[in-house]
């Protein structure tokens, strides 16, 4: 990175850490910032030498922003977010509910002023990304926002990418995209690994990735850090729909899938009843082309991911504990992965890695297959990297080498090709492990919830952790548990 990228880094947090003595949270930061950064982009590509037309009136474009100050400026930037949330196309939704968040013109003028001085069409993806995907990783930290919960940690999305390697001219898909992680991590893959020509470049600009979003923040987030990074255009039509991709089968087939559905058993809604109260009710998707119908959410997001999977496409999802071991529902929709589908893999996470406090997580590897007669999954190979290893998001974070002996066992360039590093005689630690599919069929209510490995903890005392790890491991129980009893306390209700 040169001089004057680090400069431009520098001036950008250094004026969040400013703003936040105001009060300003990252995540508002990120809003603004987007809003700014947005307007200086298209103001650019109208001049030489793109000479771009597009949808910005000139009542509301850069230049009336940077020619204004004081409550002149506030009432003008408050007018003009007005104005543009109720554009059609990405203009619309990179503005959508936008308000102003900095209450100090002279501290917006100042913001202004910095994105102005620099050229930022120019600079490169790399430099802007890693502008934005900061912002957003620091907004995830800040647990009272909430917004951790739409940032899956990149080295454990850049380990499923690593695994699933996608290829140039085919399709990537991610119905609850967050920030867009994925594509980022899947994007950069490409690019690195394979020598594009001009027709792959374009279909990776414009027609690789299609996203679903429901949170409007969120998927404003989204849009300007794929804009950052040099995917999509700033007057492509939008390609993060705001729909729930639950509700339907929309007929679009997708070579991948990458993607860490929100936590959560279930999905509701809120409305309001004959005495103006708030209530919640579970939804129930009723899609014919499910196996079964359920208000978990995480069950219903199985069932989704294998309906817009193309024949042959690959899938990398994150899911809870429960989807592995849950009856009824759970049971049904496990059996038909492993009939209609090559379940071959799954990786077991510990706690810790997320910023949704106390989640147990795995990531589930399948391959779609056509209908056929016999079950498709033969064997699962898993991966224990949950039994004895304790990560913390501050002290010690999840970090890609952490998970290069699961992608050595994986084997992405031969996954037909694997070894077993448990052996019960020479090596009872091995972590990497296959179980046939007679095996699964035969556990109680076909259980993937597979374990073999010996908690240290529990056998040899000088093997304690940390008091202070313990200690962050207790607090995550204890607010799983009570966010656990408030679902059971919301359906007493």
């Known amino acids: 990175m040169n001089d004057n990228s680090s400069s431009i880094i520098s001036k950008v947090w250094s004026f969040c850490n400013t703003l936040r003595d105001d009060g300003v949270s990252y995540g508002d930061y990120l809003e603004q910032l987007t809003y700014l950064l947005f307007l200086k982009m298209a103001n650019e590509l109208s001049r030489p030498l793109y000479n771009r037309a597009l949808a ?12 204004k100050k004081g409550a002149e400026l506030e009432s003008h930037y408050s007018t003009l977010l007005r104005e543009f949330a109720k554009e059609k196309g990405i203009l619309g939704q990179i503005f959508i509910k936008s308000q102003n968040k900095i209450q100090d013109p002279a501290k917006l003028s100042r913001l202004i002023d910095m994105i102005d001085k620099e050229e930022w069409s120019t600079m490169g993806a790399d430099i802007k990304g890693q502008i934005y995907e900061g912002l957003l990783e620091k907004n995830a930290e800040d647990t009272k926002s909430g917004a951790g919960q739409y940032f899956t940690p990149r080295p454990l999305i850049k380990t499923m990418v690593a695994c699933i390697r996608p290829e140039p001219m085919k399709t990537i898909a991610d119905p609850a995209c967050g920030t867009g992680g994925f594509f980022l991590a899947a994007y950069d893959f490409l690019v690195e690994k394979y020598d594009l020509d001009k027709e792959q470049k374009k279909f990776l600009k414009y027609k690789t990735f299609s996203g679903n979003e429901i949170v409007a923040n969120t998927r404003r987030l989204c849009l300007m850090n794929l804009f950052l990074h040099n995917i999509g255009d700033i007057d492509t039509a ?14 679009d087939r997708f070579d991948y899938v990458l993607t860490n559905p929100p936590f959560g058993k279930k999905s509701s809604m809120t409305f309001t009843n004959e005495e103006g109260e708030q209530e919640k009710e579970d939804l129930t998707y ?78 589930l590897f399948f391959e779609n297959k056509p209908a056929g007669k016999d079950p498709w999954t033969k064997e699962i190979w898993i991966y224990d990297y949950r039994t004895n290893i304790h990560h913390t998001l ?57 374990t073999w490995l010996k908690d240290k903890s529990l056998a040899d ?30 359906v007493l209700k």
């Open 56 to 67: 910005i009136p000139n009542e509301f474009n850069w230049e009336s922003l940077t020619n």
């Open 238 to 251: 939008g390609y993060i729909s705001s729909t729930d991709s639950l509700v339907a089968d929309t007929g």
């Open 286 to 363: 009723n899609r014919q082309d499910f196996w079964t119908t359920s208000s978990n959410k995480q069950l219903n997001f199985v069932q989704h991911i294998h309906t817009i999977l193309k024949i042959d496409g690959n899938a990398s999802v994150v899911v809870p504990d429960n989807v592995l071991f849950e009856g009824g529902a759970g049971e049904t929709v496990r059996k038909k992965l492993l009939e209609n589908t090559d379940l071959h893999t799954i990786l077991r996470l510990p706690t810790g890695i997320f910023y949704a406090q106390g989640v147990k997580a795995n990531i």
């Open 394 to 450: 501050k002290k010690n974070p999840l970090k890609f080498e952490d998970l290069a002996d699961f992608i050595h066992c994986y084997n992405p360039s031969d996954r037909h090709q694997r070894k077993e590093t448990y052996d019960p005689g020479n090596n009872p630690d091995g972590r990497w492990r296959k179980f046939s599919l007679d095996e699964i069929l035969k556990r109680d209510k076909t259980s993937l919830d597979i």
């Open 461 to 490: 005392l000088d093997n304690l952790p940390d008091p202070d790890v313990l200690a962050e491991e207790i607090i995550e129980n204890l607010e799983a548990g009570l966010e656990n009893f408030k679902e059971i306390y919301i």
